[in-house]
């Protein structure tokens, strides 16, 4: 029998109609997205002097698109500017949910939020100098790196220069090994935003409707960096099923459970009463599980979107 008379993308809706979290904002159009980034601050908090994220914003677009002196472009496909912007979104929207909840958070905190978001990945981001394979060669070590250039960013900047120690903190927190109980945060605000910021980074890549055509492209970034345990890229999709379950278990463990404020921000910006992050993970992970159940063999004929597969052909 045929795949697509089984199953497809399509017919994994869980409810959700005809909303899904990618369909909310065009993550191609950056304005689009530094647009939702002022609109939803705004409703946290309405003075907010946006001066040093947009700056950020567009300095972080220059550096993944190979502008901004002494790098070169982002090479890495799974670790891109549109997972950046995703990380972004995300934390963004946990705040606001845990603000409808009741949590309040100061000027300086949401510019450390949303600048950590932005600043998480630049660790895969090669010198010019750098001549050497891609980015991926980093992936161990991307987090320090990254802590690195968001220091040399700030060097010298009056405002962050007491708040270097929390950049620290809450990237640390996007290590999948790191347990948040034994970081002496600052504050217990600057701790929840380094939950928040290890949750975005989880929701983000999970939840993209190019989440399984892009964990092919993960599995180059793997190879090239040294990770041991994955021998293709099947075995990598197989042993995302178990990825996803250690990710429910480690947002209530090491994360505090800060998901759930997710729904919150959904029904007021967007009168949605559900968990669009939880859905688009869902839908991700059964369409996943029935690909390796029924095609092992050819599973790349039922990854089409974005024409990610035909590129990574050419890649390989």
């Known amino acids: 029998m045929l795949y697509s008379k089984t199953i497809s993308r399509k017919d994994i809706t869980y409810h959700i109609g005809n909303q899904s979290v990618s369909q909310l904002i065009d993550l191609s159009d950056h304005h689009k997205v530094i647009e939702e980034v002022q609109i939803i601050t705004r409703m946290i908090f309405p003075s907010f002097d946006f001066q040093f994220v947009a700056k950020v914003f567009w300095d972080v677009e220059a550096l993944f698109s190979g502008e901004y002196p002494g790098y070169q472009a982002c090479n890495t496909e799974y670790h891109d500017i549109r997972h950046t912007h995703q990380v972004l979104l995300a934390i ?31 660790g895969y981001i090669q010198k010019s100098s750098d001549k050497t394979g891609t980015g991926a060669k980093y992936t161990l070590i991307h ?28 990237l640390n927190c996007t290590g999948l090994t790191t347990m948040a ?60 099923i178990g990825f996803y379950e250690m990710t429910q278990k480690r947002f209530v463990d090491e994360l505090g459970g800060v998901n759930n404020y997710a729904i919150h ?33 050819d599973y790349l004929s039922f990854l089409r979107r974005a024409e990610l597969t035909r590129k990574l052909k050419k890649l390989r």
């Open 92 to 122: 963004l929207r946990l705040m606001h949910g845990s603000f409808i909840s009741g949590i309040r958070f100061n000027e300086k905190e949401i510019n450390i939020g949303l600048i950590g978001a932005m600043m998480h990945d630049t």
């Open 181 to 240: 109980a034994v970081i002496k945060f600052s504050s217990s605000n600057i701790a929840l935003i380094g939950k928040m910021l290890g949750t975005a980074d989880l929701l983000g890549q999970m939840s993209d409707r190019l989440y399984l055509e892009k964990l092919l492209f993960l599995y180059m970034e793997f190879h090239e960096s040294g990770i041991k345990g994955f021998t293709s890229e099947f075995d990598l999709l197989e042993k995302t």
């Open 265 to 297: 921000h959904f029904r007021e910006r967007w009168h949605i009463d559900r968990d669009l992050y939880a859905e688009a993970i869902n839908r991700n992970i059964e369409y996943l599980k029935k690909l390796l159940i029924d095609h092992p063999d």
């Open 143 to 170: 987090i320090q790196r990254s802590i690195k250039f968001t220091q040399k960013y700030f060097a010298g900047n009056a405002y962050f220069e007491d708040s270097l120690p929390d950049f620290i903190d809450i």
